[in-house]
């Protein structure tokens, strides 16, 4: 069998597959988030420990050997280690806020765009560079006492192989790699005010690494490969390959992906060019900050349970009865398909006749004009797949392909720890079936009429989030 692991955000999974791509077995454990203050961070310790238990689990419900492992999880973020792998401080999170004061100082004076230009990475408060350049000017000692400032799935590779610190073309896309050479670009290492602190990043191995694990939650001797991270892991498991084609993953964070062979650095610095395993191809990102994470604090809220959703949805119209949301629920604001550190979210056309049912509708409707939004943006011209904890729900599933006015290729499972067989797979030179690894489970068509509303909705969604945006910066 073959085994992925993704460690995401607030669920660290394992998934078993036999040779045709079928799911043999699940494995998941929670793991906590702090939030206090802006600040988002996380125990490395426990998130390590969550891998090796749902790798025990999931190794014991299918009694077959491992043929490979592959390793993805979240980006972003910055998680220091010391040499073997263990912790320096807790992990700051991709979803932090404390670096928001850098990214606007340097949205003002132009850094921002110059490392864009560079880079093709627009810089948001939770990325490497302004979390490091934070912790430099805050925690300098935490930033002597490490050997690697890492991402979370190179601190697990490390701990689960002891190999040393390294990581991939895809985390290291942001923002430091020059997406045309592949390597890190020391101007924007300097820019950023971080040259003492370069031996910090972790070498960049291309193609990915491999090594054999230790003995903790697989096998000893295990092969296995470290990445993509998680966004490009699911572009694999989701079969979306060709230039034009889409991956919108309905997750924590609402990303959206498309792939190209045209690097073009010169529009509106938003979102990042994820660089693949193929040289000359780029995932167009526009990851939003959040996505499920806005209907789970509106459903909480409202004391309403997931498996509530889809017949709430049928209980209003589009449109919610005139309740709209512009979901920027982040503490850290937005990074795509625009950077606005100070942005919130607005409910707005609420009023004594509202039911939960208008506010979940207007949610989810509002996520969907955001998933647009950066799907526009990042060039969407071919067929769009569709994955993540969202799809979970039939009725969002129809409300988004309404919004975005198009079908939807429904992929389900463990995408993202598909990606990452398919990504070792590659590595080591194994042949699989990716077209039967990556076979969609349902296509869900828009209604027309439906499509053609939410079409002029979305240009009202755009002149609010306009208003929004200018009072952000007020």
């Known amino acids: ?35 206090h203050g802006g600040v988002v961070e996380q125990d490395m310790d426990e998130v390590y420990g969550a891998v090796v238990a749902v790798l025990a689990e999931v190794t014991a419900r299918v009694p077959e ?11 972003d973020g910055v998680w220091l280690v010391d040499a073997e792998g263990r912790p320096v401080r807790p992990a700051a999170s991709w979803m932090d806020g404390r670096a928001h ?125 470290n990445g993509p991270y998680d966004l490009p892991a699911c572009a694999l498991g989701a079969g979306v390959t060709s230039p034009g084609d889409g991956l919108l993953i309905v997750g924590t964070c609402l990303a959206s992906l498309v792939t190209t062979t045209d690097l073009d650095l010169t529009g509106e610095p938003a979102g990042l060019y994820i660089s693949t395993d193929r040289p000359g191809y780029w995932l167009r990102a526009m990851p939003a900050m959040v996505g499920t994470a806005a209907l789970d604090w509106v459903l909480s809220t409202t004391g309403v349970r997931h498996e509530e959703v889809d017949g709430l949805l049928a209980e209003t119209p589009p449109g919610a009865n005139g309740v709209r949301v512009l979901p920027y629920f982040a503490p850290s604001g937005e990074r795509a398909p625009f950077v606005e550190p100070r942005l919130r979210a607005e409910l707005t056309g609420v009023c004594l006749e509202s039911t939960k049912a208008d506010l979940i509708r207007a949610t989810c409707e509002g996520i969907g004009f955001a998933a647009r939004h950066c799907l526009e943006a990042a060039g969407l011209t071919g067929s769009l797949a569709v994955c993540g904890g969202g799809t979970r729900s039939p009725a969002w599933m129809r409300l988004l392909a309404d919004v975005l006015g198009r079908p939807l290729r429904v992929v389900e499972g463990e995408v993202g720890a598909r990606g990452a067989v398919l990504a070792a797979a590659s590595r080591f030179g194994l042949a699989l079936d990716t077209a039967a690894w990556t076979e969609p489970t349902a296509v869900v068509e828009p209604d027309a009429e439906r499509a053609a509303y939410y079409a002029r909705s979305y240009q009202d969604h755009l002149a609010r989030l306009a208003r929004a945006r200018h009072t952000a910066r007020a």
């Open 65 to 75: 050997p491992v043929e490979l492992a592959g390793l993805t999880g979240q980006g």
């Open 101 to 225: 004061e850098l990214v606007a100082r340097w949205l003002a004076d132009g850094t921002f765009e110059t490392v864009f230009r560079r880079t093709g990475s627009a810089m948001f408060p939770g990325c490497p560079g302004p979390l490091l350049t934070w912790l430099d000017s805050h925690e300098p000692k935490a930033l002597d006492a490490a050997k690697a400032a890492l991402y979370c799935k190179d601190m697990v590779f490390q701990r689960l192989t002891g190999a040393g610190p390294t990581t991939d073309v895809s985390d290291a896309s942001m923002p430091f790699l020059d997406p045309r050479t592949r390597t890190y670009d020391n101007r924007v290492v300097e820019l950023l005010g971080l040259t003492r602190r370069r031996g910090l990043l972790a070498p960049v191995s291309d193609p990915i690494a491999t090594a054999r694990t230790r003995g903790e939650g697989l096998p000893a001797g295990t092969r296995i490969s």
């Open 1 to 35: 069998m073959y085994v992925g692991i993704d460690v995401g955000t607030s669920t660290v999974k394992a998934a078993a597959f036999d040779h045709a791509g079928r799911e043999l077995a699940v494995a998941s454990r929670p793991v906590d988030l702090s939030l």
